[in-house]
């Protein structure tokens, strides 16, 4: 009697378990492929950011993302959005990294808006919008936007222990975006050039160009993402349009015309390599006809620049070429014909760059 009872407390409670599973799955969005956009507006709560005559950066800056995000949610299909904050709350960058690494975001978005200081003459009438991605300043004006917008780390407590004596005035502590700016660089340009495009076109910026500078926000998050300065606080005009409803809408849309032309691009359905499942040995080895000769490579690095020959970063691959591609130095490690060899050389190098990818050419040019 004990034994059926307690089988049928087992059976009980197993139904019971099988029902809330049921219930949970029925409730959850199916959204296991959505393309996944993190917004991150700058600055919040005790960190006003940048200050107009009365505008507060904060306040533009929280307003032009969640116009962002519901234009993404109502127009987009399998397209998921998170906010690093939706309200009037501090963050640190470390803490808005981590909520867009978590939520595996497939593209970041951190939304600001420019001033320069308050001696400079010109600051009642500079104007225009500008995009940057992560790397090495390379002018005095890039350097100054990247430390007003690192700064933040300054209200923190033991700010140089947590950042492992990061400091956001000294332009020695920036070498090290010199190493990381090669990571999702080629996709981050991508975007930031089709955003500048539309800030433009569509919302009538000044054009003040794609830029690099070494944000840590930037730096700590892994996928493609992009810091945008909208306008000037500081120009009243630029403050007036803003603070106005008709500017942030205009500035969500242009972000939100891109970033429909980035997401139609990359995410596609991934096409399965007939190798990959093939049993057959001959076929897994593929090899194409001499007059229609694919070769495969190994992408492993970009940069805006040419790399040295001797640059440790090169250290011990051979063959490695290079291609351009939109005034970008896309490096390559080996050359085969063979699929399966090619995953072999991806693996060879996973370690030191876990970004690599295999590329296929056809007569010495790069194909889809």
């Known amino acids: 009697m004990f034994i059926a009872k307690f ?30 956009v993190v917004i991150d507006p700058g600055h919040g709560g005790k960190d ?44 640190t960058l470390r803490e808005r990294a981590n909520i867009a690494n978590n939520a595996s975001g497939d593209l970041f978005i951190s939304i600001h808006t420019n001033s320069i200081a308050k001696k400079a003459k010109n600051r009642k009438t500079i104007a225009g919008a500008s995009v940057y991605t992560l790397g090495l300043h390379k002018t005095t004006e890039n350097f100054e936007v990247a430390k007003r917008e690192n700064a933040v ?12 004596g990061f400091d956001p005035n000294s332009s020695e502590s920036y070498i ?13 340009i991508e975007f930031a050039s089709a955003v500048q ?7 009538k910026r000044k054009d003040r160009g794609v830029r690099q500078a070494g944000f840590l926000v930037l730096a700590a998050t892994s996928m493609p993402g992009i810091l945008v300065e909208l306008d000037f606080i500081c120009n009243p005009t630029q403050e007036k349009f803003l603070s106005s409803k008709s500017g942030q809408k205009k500035l969500a849309t242009a972000i939100f015309n891109a970033l429909k032309k980035y997401i139609n691009k990359y995410n596609k359905p991934i096409e399965i390599n007939p190798q990959k499942t093939s049993t057959n040995k001959q076929e897994s080895s593929y090899q194409e006809t001499s007059e229609n000769k694919i070769e495969y490579k190994v992408q492993f690095l970009t940069s805006n620049k040419a790399i040295p020959k001797n640059d440790k970063r090169l250290k011990g691959l051979s063959p490695v070429e290079y291609y351009k591609d939109n005034n970008i130095y896309k490096y390559t490690y ?27 050419f056809k007569n010495n040019k790069r194909i889809k």
């Not at 139904?15 to 959505?34: E, G, H, Q, R, V």
Request: proline letters at 2%; a negative charge.
């Open 176 to 188: 090290i975006f010199e190493l990381n700016q090669n990571k999702h660089l080629e996709q981050s």
């Open 7 to 36: 089988a049928l407390n087992i059976m009980s409670n197993y139904i019971y378990n099988i029902i809330l599973i049921a219930i949970a799955f029925l409730s959850t969005p199916l959204c296991a492929n959505a393309f996944t």
């Open 153 to 164: 780390i300054e209200l923190e407590e033991d700010y140089s222990t947590s950042y492992s």
């Open 197 to 203: 495009t539309e800030f433009v076109h569509s919302a």
């Open 334 to 360: 080996g050359i085969t014909t063979s699929w399966d060899e090619a995953i072999k050389i991806q693996n060879k190098i996973k370690n030191k760059f876990p970004e690599a990818f295999i590329v296929k």
């Open 48 to 91: 006003y950011g940048a200050l107009g005559v009365k505008a507060k950066e904060k306040d533009i800056n929280l307003s032009v993302a969640l116009l962002l995000g519901d234009m993404i949610q109502d127009k987009l299909d399998d397209t998921k959005v998170i906010y690093t904050r939706n309200n009037d709350k501090f963050l």
